[in-house]
């Protein structure tokens, strides 16, 4: 069966960084997109970036020229680096890999706070 599995999320300080990591199972990953999401309480889940199997990314706004999405199709893992952290981006983030379905992963609780 497939499985996503998070890690690398923690407790940061606001400017720190921290890198997450999805490792894929049970799908041929190089044919998916690869992608981040994240929910905040009390709000919708939103994407954070995507990146398809040839490399090509996307970006929120809200964290455009901060996080860098990547992606080792060799290891079947793609990762999310994120520098200059910010209390808003508190939000547990999830991992999604999308083609004809969409497959998510557990999530993965950041918080940055002082």
């Known amino acids: 069966q497939v499985q996503l599995v998070e890690s690398g999320g923690g407790l940061v300080q606001p400017g720190g960084s921290l890198r997450l990591s999805c490792a894929a199972s049970g799908i041929i990953f190089r044919l998916f997109a690869m992608g981040w999401y994240r929910q905040a309480p009390g709000k919708q889940r939103e994407l954070v970036a995507t990146i398809t199997g040839g490399g090509n990314t996307n970006y929120a706004d809200s964290v455009t020229g901060r996080f860098t999405i990547s992606r080792d199709n060799a290891k079947n893992t793609v990762y999310l680096q994120m520098n200059s952290l910010k209390p808003e981006d508190t939000a547990v983030y999830y991992c999604?890999?999308?083609?004809?379905?969409?497959?998510w992963g557990q999530g993965t609780q950041v918080t940055v706070s002082s």
């Open positions: 999604n890999a999308a083609r004809l379905n969409n497959y």
